[in-house]
């Protein structure tokens, strides 16, 4: 049973415009959610998160947004750089600090 | 020092082997973890330590045995290990009071059993 999932396993855009990717969520008591990027060869590195009382969280160039009656959340990066080619997984948590992943969207951003 | 270190970073190993994979931080997390990721699949948690004492156990199979020797230490016992259990192993930490500013994961051990 997959509770928190990422359809789409890969994902490229161009240098400059945005990247958005998206993660979808079955399980009504996560309330808090979480992004982070993934290089080869390296652990996961923490990008940003969200609580469920909230819709929106900014930083920098990283924006999620969280739709609660969609269970439904997306990262937004603009503009896209280069660097932020990885993978970048979603998840949650349903108050406890056991984190469940997303499986992952390999974002590729060229030139 | 804001790192999570993991030893070593390879390791092969037989199946009647026992090796140890061994975590530390020193940033004063209080919670530890260990997960394991198979190729193009999401991390999977194995182990929760809070506080040193072991508190959560996702019904991982005993020839996986973890230790936290003390707060800054987490090893993970390996022994009789199967080929399928080749992945990936990720230590992770985290302040656990704050949950929105995520874990600090390691690097990792790539593990392969033949």
């Known amino acids: 049973d997959q509770q928190v999932k990422q359809n789409s396993p890969s994902l490229s855009v161009q240098e400059g415009r945005i990247s958005i990717l998206n993660c979808d969520y079955t399980?009504?008591?996560?309330?808090?959610f979480l992004w982070y990027k993934k290089y080869p060869a390296e652990g996961p590195t923490f990008l940003i998160s969200?609580?469920?009382?909230?819709d929106k969280n900014e930083d920098g160039r990283f924006t999620v947004f969280l739709n609660k009656s969609a269970k439904h959340l997306s990262l937004h990066i603009v503009p896209s750089q280069p660097g932020d080619s990885a993978v970048y997984f979603c998840a949650a948590s349903a108050y406890t600090d056991k984190l469940i992943f997303g499986t992952g969207t390999r974002l590729q951003v060229f030139p | 020092d804001t790192e999570v270190t993991q030893t070593p970073k390879h390791l092969v190993m037989g199946m009647t082997n026992k090796k140890s994979l061994k975590c530390e931080q020193h940033m004063g997390h209080r919670a530890m973890y260990w997960y394991k990721q198979k190729a193009k699949k999401p991390p999977e948690l194995m182990f929760v330590?809070?506080?040193?004492?072991?508190?959560i156990n996702e019904s991982v199979p005993s020839r996986f045995s973890p230790e936290c020797p003390n707060s800054s230490l987490l090893n993970l016992h390996l022994h009789a290990l199967q080929p399928e259990d080749s992945a990936l192993y990720l230590c992770?930490?985290?302040?656990?009071?704050?949950?929105?500013?995520?874990?600090?994961f390691g690097s990792g051990t790539r593990l392969t059993v033949v």
């Open positions: 992770a930490s985290s302040q656990e009071r704050d949950r929105g500013v995520g874990y600090t």
């Open positions: 969200i609580s469920s009382i909230k």
């Open positions: 399980n009504s008591m996560f309330d808090y």
């Open positions: 330590y809070s506080y040193e004492k072991l508190s």
